[in-house]
């Protein structure tokens, strides 16, 4: 109950402020409305409550204790002979599978509801003309100039060293009435600084003959770095999607640290969770009944849960920069946390 409470509070709160920054955001914009705003804060709103589980679940912790504490059950628990270990296990056991359940179920919902959230974003507020999309079904783009939309895809792509190889490449070319003026198929091509050089290329048009061309130039605005910024964003993948995910960039010649990193920060998560709720025992297991004593106590583990934040944080971005290995980035916040936890535990209760 503590713990879906406060999940609550802490939600509405982010709820709020979101809505508040997408308003800011997209003052003088004629398409975007308040209800607009809103449904777009609400898509992001479960991917921005999952980087608050720890902090609830610390929190969650340390009202219970506050309140056994207050009314003299923890000092009668704790008379009666039950361990640290034995009083804690129910709510470790609860918070692990909590982790787990958001790992497993939520995590892919609110991965859905980012993306659509980010394409709003794009869209709607950034204005971006062209949008590109890689992935296991090839390359997808389309991209507006001069009234003209050019929609390209090609079935399969490799990275080499300086251009972007591209095989059986299919472009449609569309008129301002948005029908199709233009079809050119093409065996295979490159991605080159301002343009696509495509091989052994049929140009297509409507009521004519077709033409073939041994090579061909389309220009286009998307470059190499565009590409490899494109590759979705690991926030935005089910926690299942991303192994896959990672086995197509890599045979396809690109990183896939960011989406490793995040496969293996989100597998840590549950015992995260357990940590937090260990930092918060730490810190106030405790009979004493004094508020002042309890609002120290509860500073400090605030204290303690928000460097742990900022560690994670650094650690992350270590990892992103290939400063650290990719497991000892993801893993070591809930390491650290938990070993401090259990220490100090193990400090107290068996001396």
Known sequence: MSFFGLLAVIVALVLLFDTIELMRRSVGSEVL???????????????TAQATLPFVAMLAMMFVLFRLSRSHELVVIRSAGISVWQFLAPPLILTAIFGLLNLAIVDPLAASMY?????????????QDATLDVGENGLWLRETAGGVATVVYAASIHQGEDVLQLSKVSIFQTDNKESLSRRIEAAGGRLVDGAFDLDKVWDILPGKSSTFYETYKLPTSITMSKVQDSFASPETMSFWEIPQFIRFSEESGFSAL???????????????????VLIAAAFNLTGSVRLAG?????????GVGFLLYFFSRFLYALGLSST?????????????AGMLGLAYLFHREDG
Do not use: E
């Open 258 to 276: 960011p989406h490793r990193l995040y496969w293996y920060s989100q597998l840590a998560s549950p015992w995260l969770l357990c940590a937090m």
């Open 294 to 302: 309890w609002t120290g106590r509860g500073i400090a583990a605030l």
């Open 324 to 336: 650290l290995p990719v497991l000892l980035a993801a893993w070591a916040p809930a390491a650290v």
């Open 33 to 47: 409305d308040f209800s607009t705003v809103f449904s777009m804060a609400l898509l992001k709103l479960p991917h």
């Open 115 to 127: 993306d659509s959230y980010q394409r709003m974003d794009d869209n709607l507020i950034r204005g």
